[in-house]
Nanobody, 128 residues
């Protein structure tokens, strides 16, 4: 089993940056599929980015189109922490951000239903 806890959200102005963290416990997610999703008020949970393990040192990463080069996912495998660096935030980025994890080899990594483990979410609010 894996437990995930997000942190790092807050209230910022348009153009600011935030670094979200997702701390995992229970087992290492070094070789797991990990992702960030977000959910804005009144909307469905939305895919942001996924990172898939390839081998001992290589990962494949895919970002949603709306990211437009502004966000970066990274892993600190020694500490078992997943990060999302968000730059040039926009009001439309306002949402609860969730980290998620799943076993290697899931078939639809951009769909929330594919993931076995979820954090509680951290609120990001961007004012104009």
């Amino acid at each position: 089993q894996v437990q995930l806890v997000e942190s790092g959200g807050g209230l910022v102005q348009a153009g600011d940056s935030l670094r979200l963290a997702c701390a995992a416990s229970g087992r290492s997610f070094d070789t797991m599929v990990v992702a960030w999703f977000r959910q804005a008020p009144g909307k469905d949970r939305e895919f942001v980015v996924v990172s898939t393990w390839i081998d001992s040192s290589t990962y494949s990463t895919y970002y949603a189109d709306f990211v437009q080069g502004r966000f970066t996912i990274s892993r600190d495998n020694a500490r078992n922490v997943l990060y999302l660096q968000m730059n040039n935030l926009k009001p439309e980025d306002t949402a609860v951000y969730f980290c998620a994890a799943a076993r290697t080899g899931i078939r639809r990594p951009m769909q929330a239903q594919a993931y076995d483990y979820w954090g509680q979410g951290t609120q990001v609010t961007v004012s104009s």
